[in-house]
Structures are given as C-alpha cells and as structure tokens.
C-alpha cells in the first residue's frame, strides 16, 4: 500500500492564528451539530462542504480564539480554510510521542 501523507483543515482566524480543526475540543462538536443539524465528522473532514458550515465552522473558531469574525466574501470564506499535512505523530509509547519511531527510516547498519 502506498504511503499516503495525512492532512486536515486548519482555519485562519487572523493573521496571528490558527486553529487546527481537530484540536478543537468535543463541546464544540456538540455545539456545532446542534446549531446545524450535522454531523462533527463534516466539519473536520469537508469545512467547505457548504456556505453554512464553513461559515459557522469559521465564525465557531473565531469565537475560540477571542477573534472577532470578520464579514466575508465567499472567496474569503474559501481562502480561511487551508489543507495542511497532519504533523501529528505517528507512534505513541506509554501515552506520549515516541521520536525513535519517527525518526527511525531504515534499520540500523553494523560495521564490520
């Protein structure tokens, strides 16, 4: 299988911030669905699935980050929302990031 890099959709709320979607935490999911009818998985996976959501999506992480929302275009709206690669660690020992998993590309060599 090959080897598909990971990404998710961060949403600028100013020039200063960025909110990871995944990072918001669960209460936002359950504010989100019952002010849309949708379901969280929508909002993390296709922000831009619709005006609604990617407005309530953009205007819920404004409110998160202390950050007035601002009045958007459409084309404004879009250009909030970026595709990012998913820098999350891969492999976790006792709970935390395990860097040797990570780091380690190929086997290690003997010298002979």
Do not use: N
Not at 43 to 59: H, I, Q
Not at 75 to 93: K, Q
């Amino acid at each position: 299988m090959p080897d598909v890099p990971l990404t998710e959709y961060v949403c600028h709320v100013s020039d200063e911030q960025t909110i990871r979607l995944v990072d918001l935490p669960d209460d936002a999911w359950d504010e989100l669905e019952a002010s849309t009818g949708e379901s969280g998985f929508l909002f993390v996976a296709v922000p831009l699935g619709t005006t609604k959501r990617a407005r309530t999506v953009y205007e819920f992480c404004c409110r998160k980050a202390g950050v007035e929302p601002a009045t958007l275009t459409i084309g404004e709206l879009w250009d909030v929302f970026e595709l990012v690669a998913d820098d999350r660690p891969t492999s976790y020992s006792d709970g935390l990031p395990d860097p040797k998993a990570d780091d380690q590309t190929t086997e290690p060599s003997s010298s002979s």
